[in-house]
């Protein structure tokens, strides 16, 4: 492959990059831009070999990289529970573990009228939290944490509401 060519195959790795980042794509195959890279690595005749930086969205360098070890993953339009802040799952862990100790683990999803009691809770909590009030008095942990179990809750008697009308 020559320096134009190898130039065209960046240019289009490049623009893939750009378009993935941008709006995540679903798949290579239904990738226009991973198309024409095939096609101008077809035209210059290059079996399986690529000048190019090594990178997933290359068809070429991809069989590179398994032949590294390193494997391509296609996990766009799935869940990224690496978003989640880890203080959120530290707060939720908290209220949890102290809903545990006191009660029983997991009692919470037996409560009588679990929904309305949650709720209520969720709006006591967050109106000490409004009032300038920072701990909850009998755990100690911050009214903000208990806010989000209780939230946690909520979704969880909706989904099982939902689920049961299925």
Known sequence: MNSTEAQECKEIIGRVGSKRAGIGLETDKDDTLTSQLLRATER???PNTCSCEPTATCPIC???KLAAGIAPKYDTGKLQF????PVATEALASV?????TK???NSWQSVQEGERRYTDALYRHLEAYRSGEHLD???NL???HHAITNIAFLIHFEKER???KT
Do not use: E
């Not at 690496?82 to 802040?85: A, D, I, K």
């Open 44 to 46: 210059h005749s290059v």
């Open 62 to 64: 991809k069989d590179d």
């Open 82 to 85: 690496s978003l989640v802040p």
């Open 96 to 100: 949890l573990t102290f809903g545990a």
């Open 103 to 105: 009660y029983a683990p």
């Open 137 to 139: 008095r009998d755990s």
């Open 142 to 144: 911050p009214h903000l």
């Open 162 to 164: 939902l689920k049961d």
